[in-house]
């Protein structure tokens, strides 16, 4: 703020200057508030100079003809922030200030960023359409829980997440995949991101990661991100090989076996056994096995889990709630063998949960209730006929004999290979000229990915079914 102006009167060289301001362009600002920055301003630019005493209170009020009690509090002020210092029976003094940086040091401001583009079809997003969510049931069990639960709803939740919602989870997991845990042994998070950020301080910084590749990215940036050693390892016909782990000198595996994302590749059973060998080779080793859209499995029985066949106590069990319900719930949880359990309450008890309590005590009753397995069928089926929907157009006139289509019938995504001798950079612009959105295989690879050409990813929980028509199959037609 700058005064209108600022007089110095000097009669010697010790005396104390006398400070007058013009308060009439102040309009509703308290005058101590005013008075403040006027000084503030002198300290600030070298007019009042370090170690000048300032006038008295009462010298000050006399001087502007405003009260002692104004002058006060603009001192108390300016002493709370270090601009002047009061000295015992001798008075206030102005302090010295470091020199500040030149505006032009600062980075520069972001640009403002732009709306993202809008497609007809968007292939490259996992979101829930609205009609696809449960929103009156969902709003009537949050408004019961407020309700019921006030007191809870109001109160610290453990660092694993509210116990009522554990023993939701506990029972879900009987009842859909066939697992036997117990509520102590579930850690609760804010998505799966959240989940895999923390795992390095629980199991340990100086192990070397492994992921599979192609993989999620973010789950290899969120590893690479807490500070880890990271290895992207790749994958055969049956998944991750243990000779690739063994070389990269891994002790913890992060993977999908019953669905890997991207490629929908479901792990045989003889390759389960050979990575739960490795994991017991040594102490410390463990894998983490991410089951995250397994109960939207769409044809046959849904494919037992690694830790169902774990006798060692080496495998972690992470899934979530954003493929069932929608990725804006960011819920998600960890199933810890019972060393590891004990070892988080130990190490890492004393965090708060990252999960709003009102999100948790809704959800265990979403659970508990019934809901979820209802939702979950009813979205099977929606997602089934969705699926076969775009399969068949896909399959007809203009696009017959030009893609092919490479599905496990497991999840919410398949692939697609096009057949066409356009480079990958030129599909992607005649695309989106076509207003089609699509991620190519090869951008999940953290390592080469050039056998990957001319394949997507192809999710289609997103898409208005009514938009399934030949449109989409001529649209995609003219970009081969």
């Known amino acids: 703020m700058k005064s209108a102006k600022t007089i110095l009167f000097y009669k010697t060289r010790k005396a104390r200057p006398m400070l007058t301001y013009s308060f009439a362009q102040i309009g509703k600002k308290p005058l101590y508030e005013a008075l403040y920055g006027f000084i503030r301003e002198d300290i600030r630019t070298g007019t009042i100079k370090a170690g000048e005493r300032l006038p008295s209170r009462r010298a000050l009020a006399a001087q ?42 600062d980075p520069p401001a972001p640009r403002a960023q732009t709306r993202p583009l809008r497609f007809r079809y968007d292939f490259a997003t996992g979101n829930v359409r609205p009609e696809d969510f449960p929103f009156d049931t969902w709003r009537r069990l949050l408004r019961r829980i407020q309700n019921e639960r006030a ?78 050693r990271c290895v992207p390892c790749p994958l055969d016909e049956a998944g991750v090989r243990p000779e690739a782990v063994r070389q990269a000198g891994g002790g913890i595996l992060h ?17 389960r056994y050979e990575l739960l060998a490795w994991a017991s080779e040594q102490e410390g080793r463990y894998i983490l096995e991410d089951d995250y859209d397994s109960e939207l499995r769409m044809t046959g029985r849904m494919i037992p889990t690694l830790m169902s066949i774990d006798a060692a106590g080496r495998v972690l069990y992470m899934n979530t709630f954003t493929k069932t319900l929608t990725p804006t719930i960011r819920v998600s949880y960890l199933v810890l063998p019972n060393s590891l359990a004990a070892r988080f309450r130990e190490k890492l008890g004393f965090l708060s949960s990252p999960v709003p309590s009102f999100e948790q005590y809704t959800l265990a009753a979403f659970i508990a209730e019934g809901y979820l397995e209802k939702h979950i069928n009813r979205m099977r089926s929606k997602y089934r006929r969705r699926r076969e929907r775009l399969l068949a157009v896909l399959k ?15 999840g919410l995504h398949f692939l697609l290979r096009l057949h066409t001798e356009k480079s990958d950079e030129a599909l992607a612009t005649a695309l989106a000229a076509a207003s089609i959105r699509m991620t190519p295989l090869s951008a999940y690879y953290a390592r ?33």
Request: overall charge negative.
């Open 64 to 105: 502007l003809g405003i009260s002692a009690i104004t002058v006060e509090g603009a001192y108390s002020q300016l002493i709370a922030e270090g601009y002047c210092h009061a000295v015992e029976r001798r008075g206030i003094f102005a302090s010295k200030l470091a020199a500040a940086p030149l505006r032009s040091a």
């Open 151 to 228: 007191e809870e709803i109001l109160s610290p939740v453990p660092a694993q997440g509210a116990l009522v919602l554990r023993e939701a989870i506990a029972t879900h997991l009987a009842a859909f995949r066939g697992l036997s845990v117990a509520p102590e042994n579930i850690l609760v998070g804010a998505g799966s991101d959240q989940l895999t950020l923390l795992l390095p301080a629980l199991l340990g910084r100086e192990r070397t990661y492994c992921v599979e590749d192609p993989g999620y990215g973010r789950t290899r940036r969120a590893y690479e991100a807490s500070g880890v």
């Open 255 to 271: 993977i999908s076996p019953a669905h890997h994302f991207p490629t929908g590749l479901i792990m045989p059973i003889s390759r």
């Open 396 to 410: 007809a006139d203009p696009l017959r004999g030009r893609l092919e289509i490479q599905e496990q019938g497991a």
């Open 448 to 480: 080469g990915g050039r056998e990957a050409e001319h394949t997507f990813v192809m999710n289609y929980t997103a898409l208005d079914p009514a938009l399934l028509t030949e449109d989409l199959a001529t649209r995609l037609a003219s970009c081969l």
